[in-house]
């Protein structure tokens, strides 16, 4: 690494407190290396103490013994100005022209950047990534025209993703407004158990030591269905899955958050396994695996599934069984057969984006990579 550069003679640290108490947007960081609205509870705290970060500003968490491989780090742009906890560490790049704040932060996103801050931590009681070993950390850095170029080359790609996003969020929600206006918002008469139309967590034969494509709790999403791309692993336990089956978590607040998957990533006659904290539902007879999908996402029926919740405040989980007592209106067979045609077509076309969403990440993820073998090369594109 003889052509790398010293971090620390880039960035420098920012100390501004919120002494004359701005009201000013509280802010967090995630595992995923972004700044998310706080949800803290600051009723009669001290704001004064809190640190304010500017637009261009990054911000860390220097404890990294709470987020398994991740560092929690970001680059500022929501806003103008915000607040943080006195929790995070705050700094910017000293000069802007030397070194591209959104470079910096490709190089943050880097698998082997969050590696090397976990190896560099230290501590007994808890392991810190401190001030100085940030300083510490190298990495290339080209002329600030080739920084410029990097970004925008990366950009376009996040760009891209996000534009796929909206249009699986615009095909979700239109798939859930026609559950609704079929199947909610009307006279509900004759009442049946939702046990009529699913079962739940069906038995499927994968042997222990099996390997499979295994599922995470975290591979699921609040706001899409998409499952996360899974990783194989030997079968120890767990929930079992097949395509077009729904995955429903179980404990609180991912429930109360509304994470449900729908399976669409197997080949046929393939088996899954995932968290033991899924509560897996297949659609029964003539019920369309969409339709069950649709439900799960459905106030009324997560609401149900709630107040089912047992155990202790702080880890409570859905009564299965409960589940299929849930009274649902006697369905025409029709009025599945129209509703499976329609969402047929959404479905599939959000896997198409969802697929193609995966190929770009895989493609962010080469670029990110060849940041470290680039410092000595020629400016020249990367022809994504």
């Avoid at 895989?362 to 994504?384: H, R, V």
Wanted: net charge positive.
């Amino acid at each position: 690494m003889t052509n790398y550069k010293r971090l620390g003679d880039y960035i420098q640290p920012v100390d501004e407190r919120n002494t004359a108490l701005e009201d000013l947007p509280l802010m967090g960081l995630s595992i995923t290396k972004e700044f998310i609205p706080s949800i803290a509870n600051t009723i009669g705290t001290d704001m004064s103490t809190y640190r304010i970060i500017e637009r261009n500003q990054f911000a860390y968490g220097p404890v990294t013994s709470r987020n398994g491989n991740k560092i929690t780090i970001a680059l500022f742009d929501d806003y103008e100005r915000a607040l943080i906890s006195q929790a995070y560490i705050p700094f910017k790049v000293k000069d802007t022209n030397k070194l591209n704040p959104e470079y910096l932060m490709m190089w943050f996103r880097r698998p082997e950047f969050d590696r090397y801050a976990r190896f560099k931590s230290h501590g007994s009681a808890r392991e810190i990534f401190d001030w100085e070993e940030m300083c510490s950390v190298e990495l290339p850095v080209p002329p600030i025209e080739k920084q410029r170029e990097i970004v925008a080359e990366y950009n376009a790609v996040q760009k891209k993703i996000d534009l796929n996003n909206q249009l699986i969020q615009k095909l979700e929600e239109t798939a859930q407004a026609i559950y609704k206006e079929w199947f909610v918002n009307f006279d509900r008469n004759e009442k049946v158990p939702l046990g009529n139309y699913i079962e739940t967590n069906p038995l499927l034969n994968l042997k222990k030591g099996e390997i499979a494509k295994y599922t995470e709790m975290s591979d699921l999403s609040e706001n899409r269905f998409s499952v996360g791309a899974p990783v194989l692993k030997e079968y120890s336990g767990g929930s079992r899955f097949q395509n077009n089956d729904t995955l429903l978590a179980r404990i609180t607040p991912c429930l109360e958050n509304g994470k449900t998957g729908f399976v669409n990533y197997l080949s046929e006659k393939e088996i899954g396994f995932g968290s033991t904290e899924f509560i897996v539902i297949r659609a029964k007879s003539f019920a369309s695996p969409y339709w069950i999908y649709c439900l799960c996402k459905d106030s009324d029926f997560r609401n149900f599934a709630i107040s089912s919740m047992i155990g202790s405040s702080g880890r409570q989980r859905v009564h299965e069984a409960y589940l299929l007592e849930y009274k649902y209106p006697k369905i025409e067979l029709s009025k599945m057969t129209e509703f499976h045609r329609y969402a047929k077509i959404i479905f599939k076309q959000i896997k198409i984006l969802n697929s193609q969403n995966q190929k770009l990440t895989e493609l962010q993820s080469l670029l990110l990579s060849k940041m470290a073998t680039m410092e000595n090369k020629k400016s020249k594109s990367w022809n994504i």
